[in-house]
């Protein structure tokens, strides 16, 4: 079946670091990405819509200068964050459908980020 | 903005007993999705329902889509050990591409 890939698996890292989060979609082509933010024990938030090849749509509240994203290729999306912080750390989560609307997403395994 | 709130929070039930989370949407959906997230595990696809009033079996899993295709419910029969996690609904507006995600059930199963 389909496979999304995330890489790192987790971050340990100082504050004020930029930290790079990759997303790749391993055996189909994914023109949109999504990324998501988990905190503990809370529901997954939906931060921005990755779109291939133009800018992403990020949701209202989320900073788009802190968390940039990069849609490079059919397979790759890329989230940046810039200057981490404590409160940024969370557990960071990627996903990603076939190009035909409607099909259920498949979930990276999550990158869990903890800013020290 | 869309909102799609589950009940129960927490649900704890001994094991063989039913289970059931439900599933409610401020707007009109263009299908629902079912996902279990299982602790430090990333959510892991159930099933989609599109229609209006439409039903789905898994086994011991059974998926009900609301007629005005606004709310759904999972029911479990006879829980199992195995069943214990998180389970998040995820609606699509129609038209829309983004995926919202329930406030999600945590489930427990007591051996």
């Known amino acids: 079946g389909a496979v999304v890939s995330q890489h790192p698996s987790r971050v340990i890292c100082k504050s004020g670091t930029s930290v790079k989060i990759e997303c790749r979609s391993l055996?189909?082509?994914?023109?949109?990405m999504f990324w998501y933010r988990q905190f503990p024990k809370q529901s997954l938030m939906l931060m921005a819509t990755?779109?291939?090849?133009?800018?992403?749509?990020?949701e209202q509240g989320v900073e788009k200068d802190k968390f940039l994203i990069n849609h490079a290729s059919l397979t790759l999306s890329t989230l940046t964050v810039t200057s981490a912080h404590p409160e940024d750390s969370s557990f960071y989560i990627c996903?990603?459908?076939?190009?035909?609307?409607?099909?259920?997403?498949?979930f990276g395994d999550g990158t869990r980020l903890s800013i020290l | 903005g869309q909102q799609v709130m589950q009940i129960p929070q927490y649900q704890h039930v001994q094991e063989g007993e039913d289970f059931t989370t439900y599933c409610n949407s401020s707007?009109?959906?263009?299908?629902i999705q079912w996902y279990k997230q299982r602790p430090g595990g990333h959510p892991v696809f159930l099933i989609q329902?599109?229609?209006?009033?439409e039903v789905k079996k898994q086994k011991r899993l059974t998926f009900q889509f609301g007629e005005a295709k606004k709310n759904s419910s999972l029911h479990i029969t006879a829980t199992q050990t195995t069943d214990v996690g998180t389970y998040f609904c995820?609606?699509?507006?129609?038209?829309?591409?983004?995926?919202?995600f329930g406030t999600g059930t945590r489930l427990t199963v007591i051996p």
């Open positions: 996903s990603a459908s076939d190009r035909e609307r409607g099909q259920p997403q498949h």
């Open positions: 055996d189909f082509q994914a023109t949109t």
């Open positions: 990755s779109n291939e090849g133009s800018k992403a749509t990020y």
């Open positions: 707007t009109t959906l263009s299908n």
């Open positions: 329902l599109v229609k209006s009033g």
């Open positions: 995820a609606g699509r507006q129609t038209g829309a591409n983004n995926l919202f």
